[in-house]
């Protein structure tokens, strides 16, 4: 599959590119302020994940099948290797790629996510806005409204109408709502496929390399057994919490570059 993928900065000599992958809804764009930063240390790569962003849309979505995905797009750049910052989904897709190619890794970066299977926390959001009839809404501003009685969050919300866009006014009339709304992501398959994205990862491998795993203080998603747990497959790693909640590199950006620029050996 040839995933979507924005770049910024120039290859450097003797610099391994850092491939920056995304969390659950989300998009390369949601590195923004991170990928700039860096692009001045290194060619930097923000990648949309399968059913996610502009990438394709596929019916499967397992983590071998994306990290497949990922060698594919090193190899179509012809990237060496690699260093690999993923957040929450995008922490577990890098986890199995670092496992399932380590070769391919110079150093990794997880944000904010364990190797073990999570609660069931995203379902009603999925459901929400399948049951959205977009044929009926005129703006945004009633796609809001229609998802407050499921998802309160404002934030939440917002993020989530981030994947909202305008269709092509060209299709055919029973494709086309009176907006020309439709949802980026392919909701059905996520829906489909969301068991096994919350199931554990690497849990029969060992992953030796340089490694670290960034979590956020006021996040319950890595608990101080996780860490335990951590260790004994990627036994390389080193730890860093900072005052976040989840989107530890949206909440703290300027604190979460000097950590992983730290890591990385790179300018701050």
Not at 120 to 148: C, E, F, P
Not at 225 to 237: G, P, Q, R, S
Not at 253 to 263: C, K, L, W
Request: glycine content about 6%; charged content about 20%.
């Amino acid at each position: 599959m040839q995933l979507h993928y924005q770049t910024l900065g120039n290859q450097i000599s003797g610099k391994s590119p850092l491939v920056l992958l995304h969390g659950l809804f989300g998009s390369g764009d949601n590195w923004g302020t991170v990928a700039k930063h860096f692009s001045q240390h290194y060619q930097v790569i923000s990648v949309d994940l399968r059913n996610h962003g502009r990438s394709p849309h596929s019916d499967s979505q397992t983590y071998p099948e994306m990290a497949d995905d990922l060698l594919e797009l090193c190899d179509a750049l012809s990237l060496g290797r690699i260093h690999l910052v993923g957040h929450s989904l995008g922490g577990k897709m890098a986890m199995q790629f670092a496992t399932q190619y380590p070769d391919k890794l110079e150093k990794l970066i997880v944000v904010d996510m364990a190797i073990r299977t999570y609660p069931d926390a995203y379902t009603h959001m999925i459901d929400a806005m399948l049951a959205v009839d977009l044929s009926t809404m005129q703006s945004r501003g009633d796609v809001d409204k229609a998802l407050i009685s499921e998802i309160p969050h404002a934030m939440v919300r917002q993020f989530l109408l981030m994947n909202l866009i305008k269709s092509d006014v060209n299709h055919a009339e029973s494709d086309l709502n009176k907006s020309g709304l439709t949802w980026r992501i392919n909701l059905a398959a996520l829906r489909a496929n969301y068991p096994h994205l919350i199931q554990a990862v690497c849990e029969h491998t060992r992953y030796e390399k340089p490694s670290l795993f960034i979590r956020g203080e006021r996040s319950d998603y890595v608990r101080d057994a996780d860490i335990e747990h951590i260790k004994t497959h990627f036994t390389n790693a080193q730890f860093a919490t900072l005052a976040t909640n989840h989107w530890v590199h949206a909440e703290q950006p300027q604190a979460f570059i000097e950590v992983a620029a730290n890591f990385l050996g790179s300018g701050k």
